[in-house]
């Protein structure tokens, strides 16, 4: 996939100062660690000695200033409310503006902070304008891609291994539009942990199960094409689906599709014979898919796996008197505290078959016995949290206190996501048009260059737009997609950025990105100048707030700020010429 944050957000990560400065340019203490976490350090030992706490208890209350179009800010600031033993809550602002007042001027400047002041509510702190860039630029120049990670943020943070599930189509079923939520949200998080050290694990877990193949094997026999099956089987297999499906209302099709399914679960040869042929040729050209929204698995899995340990997970919900029958035969799991039905999970049908609940039971204890994760994440649409709601409290309720640790990603739906042709049901039908449009719209565009495959760059760039607007919002919430927003090629839009970090590419290759000792900030104490390097000075923070709520709208805000920062190369006229400071700061 074109992932949103690593092309800037990695290489560019980090943040610094605003003001008129004064002093040294020499590092402060630890100025090997990053950037940020140097100067929050200085700032916590001054702190630590007024306030008469830990300096390691300061650090998380030492946020960076988010940076602003319209006046220039401080570097960072100190909650009062986070240091204080009545809360926020019990204080009156003006309380709060006075032990502010206070406690800054108690505090006085050195080589590090060269001003501090008083806010509402909080303490803020200036750094040395020289001080910072260059400590900002070695940083950025020192940890490249890696810049941000590094930060002590992430220190008390342990190094897991995480397993996640995500995209989970349905075998002999098109890619549904709705997958490629599920799809891009759990490659980000995946990413995500990855570049932050955790050792991840991908699961695509199919919908390979189940009652509808009995309806689809019936169907095949009487609509089925051995040829189209082989040419284009989603496709096909869909048409038949769709066939049956309108000749389902008869009874007699109703218990051939059930006969189907039986001889499914009793392993007759022919009939498992041709499910594996619709399974197997489904991954093939999923595989397709995914390849083209750059995006990988660890494991391929599914339901089909879970069926015979599925009767195993009922055996053990029956011995711990979990299992109850009701007078219709299923077996349901009493989930109300008072232990009156009240809530419940159907997890058997009435003939003693699994559903898919039973699976998924069967698929987290195999997943625990297999990889012995310390986090497991499910990535699947809002409409599903009742269902893992009961399946964590079902694992819980037959003693695996893991259940505790795994989570459930929810996003919402993306509505009128339509190609001109109509309403859009296959997520291959959203590529083809995102492309399609890109092209027209780089054809148009005077300022587009000769590249040598402009199909596959249209692609990537179209759907690079798709991914930031889709991860500007809450995932939980749903959005009105356009195609017209989405593929501007100017304002806070994908496609910008993906221009942005071409034209950052370029002034690399131009300028070079060697690694420099002397670096003359002096011509980068400009407002536009600071500006950026405050922003990247933040990147730590930005970083670590979307790995606790797993919301990639920190990193892709980030960027669009960062991206109307580009204005500055237009502002480094005084460091043309060949300096080493032009150099450094262009590879940025």
């Known amino acids: 996939m074109v992932r949103p944050s690593p092309p800037l957000g990695g ?8 003001g008129r400065g004064r002093g040294g340019c020499d590092l402060p203490p630890g100025g090997a660690a990053m950037a940020a976490c140097s100067f929050r350090r200085s700032i916590a030992s001054q ?7 830990p300096p390691e208890n300061l650090i998380k209350s030492i946020s960076a200033v988010p940076v602003s179009k319209k006046r220039q800010v401080a570097d960072f600031q100190l909650s009062i409310a986070s240091v204080t033993e009545d809360s926020s809550r019990n204080c009156l602002a003006q309380d709060l503006q006075l032990q502010a007042q206070k406690l800054a001027e108690r505090l006085k400047c050195d080589a590090v902070v060269s001003e501090i002041s008083a806010g509402p509510g909080t303490v803020n702190f200036t750094i040395n304008r020289e001080l910072l860039a260059k400590t900002v630029l070695q ?10 990670v590094k930060s002590e943020l992430f220190s008390t943070v342990p190094r897991q291994k995480a397993v996640i599930e995500f995209s989970s189509p349905n075998i002999a079923k098109k890619f549904h539009i709705g997958h490629l939520r599920s799809t891009i949200v759990g490659n980000f998080i995946a990413n995500l942990k990855v570049a932050l050290g955790h050792e991840v694990t991908r699961i695509n877990y199919l919908g390979d199960w189940g009652m509808q193949f009995g309806l689809l094997g019936v169907g095949f ?9 082989k040419s284009s089987p989603l496709q096909h297999l869909f048409e038949v689906y769709v066939q049956i499906n309108k000749a389902a209302e008869d009874e007699n099709t109703k218990e051939l599709a059930k006969d189907f399914f039986r001889k499914l679960e009793e392993h007759d040869e022919q009939t498992l014979s041709l499910w594996k042929q619709f399974r197997d ?16 698995f660890d494991e391929y899995s599914g339901e089909s796996f879970y069926q015979e340990k599925s009767q195993e997970v009922l055996k053990m919900l029956e011995d711990k008197g979990l299992l109850q029958k009701t007078t219709k035969g299923t077996g349901i799991v009493d989930l109300s505290e008072k232990k009156d039905l009240s809530s419940f999970s159907t997890v058997m049908r009435s003939d003693g078959t699994s559903l898919y609940i039973t699976r998924d039971l069967a698929a987290a204890i195999d997943r625990m016995n297999k990889h012995s994760w310390d986090t497991m994440i499910y990535v699947t649409d809002k409409s599903q949290s009742n269902h893992f709601q009961h399946l964590f409290q079902i694992l819980k309720l037959m003693g695996y206190d893991w259940a505790e640790r795994c989570q459930h990603v929810s996003f919402g739906l993306v509505q009128g996501m339509k190609t001109r042709r109509g ?3 296959f997520l291959e039908d959203v590529l083809n048009e995102v492309r399609s449009r890109m092209l027209q719209n780089m054809a148009s565009a005077k300022t587009t260059k000769e590249i040598e495959d402009p199909m596959e760059t249209a692609e990537k760039v179209g759907l690079a737009a798709l991914i930031i607007q889709d991860f500007r919002g809450l995932l939980s919430s749903d959005y009105q997609f356009s195609w017209d927003r989405a593929l501007q090629s100017r304002g806070d839009t994908g496609v910008f950025l993906q221009y942005t970090h071409a034209r950052l590419h370029s ?7 060697k690694q420099l000792t002397d670096v003359n900030v002096a011509c980068l104490q400009e407002p536009d100048a600071i500006s950026v390097l405050q922003h990247l000075l933040r990147y730590d923070e930005v970083l670590y707030r979307s790995s606790q709520d797993l919301q990639p709208k920190h990193i892709v805000s980030y960027l669009l700020t960062l991206r109307w920062k580009r204005l500055l190369e237009r502002r480094l006229a005084c460091c043309s010429g060949g300096s080493s400071s032009s150099a450094a700061f262009r590879s940025l």
Request: no cysteine; glycine share 16%; net charge positive.
């Open 221 to 229: 026999q009487r609509f089925g094409n051995k040829e189209k099956l």
């Open 423 to 425: 309403e859009v049901i």
């Open 139 to 148: 940083q950025v120049l020192k940890d490249g891609s890696e810049y941000g």
């Open 507 to 513: 002034l690399e290759q131009m300028h070079g990105n």
């Open 281 to 296: 040729l489904s991954i093939k050209e999923y595989i397709q898919i995914y390849k083209r929204l750059g995006v990988h």
């Open 47 to 53: 702190l630590s000695k007024v306030l008469d706490l």
């Open 11 to 18: 290489r560019n990560g980090g943040r610094g100062g605003r």
